[in-house]
């Protein structure tokens, strides 16, 4: 749940949608799609590694070429942005008007495939920018979808 002194700051409609959404982010399922790179950055020897991999890449590369590529990772960034504001307007408008549990609980699945959709692509224009800059992406490739999901 929010701390008290975030919930105070919000409308009361959002504190409840922000509750929700809280709740929806803690769920096992948003924990099961932890990818082996977020795994490896945990790893301290491993994400120094790959640290180092990524800046001997980006130390290849012209200024020219940095500056294309922080211009096309901010477009990506503004694009997720974007995005994550529009499935929140939409589980607001799912979530305020819904008439019970049930109904809350549809909303708040919807809202996690979406979330994991959006994610999901989010690391694939990711690797795919890292690969037309020749910097290593650290990703493992693609996974096998996972069961229930």
């Known amino acids: 749940m929010l701390p008290p002194s975030l919930v105070r700051c919000l409308p009361s409609s959002s504190g409840l949608l922000a509750g929700a959404l809280a709740l929806l982010c803690s769920s096992p399922l948003l924990a099961q799609t932890q990818t082996k790179t977020q795994q490896q950055w945990r790893n301290p020897e491993r994400r120094e590694a790959m640290q180092r991999q990524q ?86 490739g693609p996974r096998p979808p996972q069961q229930g999901v």
Do not use: H, K
């Open 55 to 140: 800046a001997e890449a980006m130390s290849r590369l012209s200024a020219s070429q940095r500056r294309q590529y922080f211009a096309a990772r901010r477009d990506l960034e503004q694009r997720s942005a974007r995005q994550r504001l529009e499935q929140l307007s939409q589980a607001e408008r799912c979530i305020v008007p819904a008439p019970d549990l049930a109904a809350v609980e549809r909303c708040q699945r919807t809202q996690l495939q979406q979330t994991m959709q959006q994610r999901r692509q989010q690391m694939a224009d990711l690797v795919e920018l890292q690969r037309r800059f020749g910097l290593p992406s650290g990703n493992p």
